[in-house]
């Protein structure tokens, strides 16, 4: 069974740019959710889909946005990127939303902003 | 102050120790998750705990939902258990608070 699969793995962009990534949740998962993690604030939340629907936002700038398509797969994009949206985007998927439903973790995507 | 505190921030042991991390979290959850990461970034959750006591291998996890406290344990520690260890505690339904890892070098 495949895992949580985030492309691409590596990125560079440059400040002002904007950029999209994508998070395929394990076959039959539909629940998605986003992470951005720096050395200075660790890992935030930034959002959550289920079923095609933004249930949560963590409090991030609105140049943060996601969706989520019928298959499940979630993308997320920033706009006008900052040197500081330079981080480690991850993934979790599970299969619901109910308390005992655990979530995988993706590898995750490595933005650099220069 | 940040809802999930861990403790200690970096550890160094040698082979073969006992290691114990700490978890406080101040909020209610749904469950809470021990998450490894290694170099290179990739998050494997180890457990998922709603109360009691769960052991793979070498590793324990222990929660107590009255005091808000988990522990996790590595028994006979081994130079490939180096990585940080995240506490991860889950909100409702998808959503997770992060621990500020614990980064540990398990020496040969």
């Known amino acids: 069974k495949a895992g949580v699969t985030q ?10 740019q ?27 939340f930034l959002f959550e889909y289920f079923s095609e629907t933004q249930r949560n936002k963590g409090n991030f700038p609105g140049r943060f946005s996601g969706r ?5 797969r979630s993308e997320m994009n ?26 995988f973790f993706g590898q995750g995507t490595r933005l650099t902003v220069v | 102050k940040n809802e999930v505190e861990q403790s200690p921030q970096n550890l160094t042991a040698q082979e073969g120790e006992f290691i114990t991390i700490n978890c406080s979290y101040s909020v209610g959850i749904s469950a809470l998750h021990w998450l490894q990461q290694h170099p290179g970034g ?12 769960k052991k ?17 344990h590595i028994t006979a520690s081994h130079p490939r258990d180096s990585a940080v260890y995240i506490c991860a505690v889950k909100r409702g339904s998808n959503q997770f608070y992060f621990g500020t890892g614990t980064s ?3 020496i040969p």
């Open chain 1, 68 to 72: 989520q398509f019928s298959n499940s």
């Open chain 1, 78 to 103: 920033v706009s006008t990127l900052e040197l500081g949206d330079s981080a480690l985007y991850l993934c979790a998927s599970s299969w619901g939303q109910g308390v005992n439903t655990e979530a």
């Open chain 2, 42 to 53: 990739g998050i494997v959750s180890l457990f998922m705990l709603s109360s009691g006591k």
């Open chain 1, 18 to 44: 904007q950029v999209t990534l994508s998070c395929s949740p394990i076959s039959g998962h539909r629940s998605v959710s986003w992470y951005q993690q720096t050395p200075g604030q660790g890992l935030q």
């Open chain 2, 56 to 72: 793979h291998g070498r590793l324990i996890a222990t929660i107590n939902i009255q005091e808000k406290h988990s522990s996790l």
């Open chain 1, 7 to 16: 492309t691409p793995r590596y990125l560079i962009k440059t400040r002002g």
């Open chain 2, 104 to 106: 540990l070098t398990v």
